[in-house]
């Protein structure tokens, strides 16, 4: 095993870690009914996929993305459809990429196939390492911003990498810092003619989820690098390629993973209000529609009655019946007067 990370504990780094795992602590000890649970992990499902393709590319929105992942058709081309659904796909069946808590080099090109089914201008470069150089230019201008190591390389560095993920000494180490030095060691060796990126963060959330960080699949790491793309392919260039210290790196990852599980372990704060904690489980059941307009308020931030009716094909009356009782229990509330009128998260 010769793939050993190098960087350095700072004080940056560490304080990040002790506030991703307070906020970790809340969210996983919060009071939630099973359909909230449900509804939490479809949006960051949905989230997830969508940013990270975004970081890449990919056109189409949030809303765009939450349309697919509920099987409605949205006017795209092809390829950046499936770039969602693969993704979306290998988000919902991650743990699918690891035997025996233990991810192989068949897992990892199995992950890039499915993530790459039927984007590439050529498929038989899909869910195999790259057999030609290639480099990471700047669209504007022509430029090489990065050459990765020769096409011989790579399955030599990947072995590399795949050891000591799988080693004792990579378990003795924070899962976040995990996750964010094969993040990186992967895009650096970019083994794919395409679809690194999205390979690295789908490999860092199976890490996140073996290791028991992220076992009830809350969290959303990819919105922060999507919202700063230029900082996000800054910091992974500013690293010195003879020494690939990645200090710096982390600093970044770990600032990213703050961001997103403060961001969740808020959402879940309002979600378990103190009045809900009051009353018994048997007597928060809600329907299906309700836990859908919350979903949609999630992902939308709103929601009126005329959507709920075209949603579930019922009267405007109908639709009042099912928020009221969401208005009651101080889960949402009414904002605005006439054709303004809509319904928020409290």
Do not use: C
């Not at 030095?181 to 860092?204: C, K, Q, S, W």
């Not at 009267?315 to 889960?331: C, F, M, N, P, T």
């Amino acid at each position: 095993m010769t793939y050993k990370p190098n960087f350095q504990y700072t004080a940056k780094i560490v304080n990040n870690l002790t506030q991703i795992a307070s906020a970790r602590e809340v969210i996983l000890n919060a009071y939630l009914i099973p359909k909230w649970e449900v509804s939490l992990r479809r949006e960051a499902l949905i989230k997830n996929a969508h940013h990270s393709t975004s970081i890449e590319g990919n056109p189409l929105s949030l809303e765009d993305v939450s349309e697919l992942a509920a099987g409605r058709k949205v006017m795209t081309t092809r390829k950046a459809r499936n770039e969602v659904l693969n993704y979306l796909n290998v988000l919902q069946h991650i743990d699918d990429y690891s035997k025996d808590r233990t991810i192989r080099e068949s897992d990892v090109l199995k992950m890039h196939k499915a993530l790459t089914k039927e984007t590439l201008d050529r498929e038989e470069d899909s869910g195999r390492y790259r057999d030609r150089q290639v480099a990471v230019v700047n669209s504007s201008t022509g430029e090489v911003v990065f050459m990765p190591p020769e096409t011989t390389e790579v399955p030599k560095l990947m072995n590399n990498l795949l050891e000591w993920l799988n080693s004792e000494e990579s378990q003795n180490v924070n899962p976040v810092l995990v996750a964010g030095m094969t993040h990186y060691e992967l895009v650096r060796i970019h083994p794919f003619i395409d679809g690194n990126g999205r390979t690295a963060r789908a490999l860092a959330t199976l890490i996140l989820y073996l290791r028991g960080f992220d076992t009830k699949r809350f969290f959303t790491l990819d919105d922060y690098y999507d919202s700063d793309r230029r900082s996000y392919y800054r910091v992974l260039k500013s690293v010195d390629p003879t020494t690939i210290d990645i200090t710096d790196w982390l600093a970044y990852f770990t600032d990213g993973v703050v961001v997103s599980l403060t961001r969740v372990k808020e959402r879940i704060l309002k979600l378990s209000s103190e009045k809900l904690k009051k009353d018994k489980k048997g007597q928060i059941a809600l329907t299906e529609r309700q836990m859908k307009i919350i979903e949609q308020i999630n992902i939308n931030g709103r929601i009126t009655i005329g959507e709920m009716t075209e949603m579930f094909g019922i009267s405007r009356q109908a639709a009042l019946k099912e928020v009221s009782k969401l208005v009651d229990l101080d889960v949402v509330k009414l904002v605005g007067k006439g054709r303004g009128a809509h319904y928020v998260i409290i």
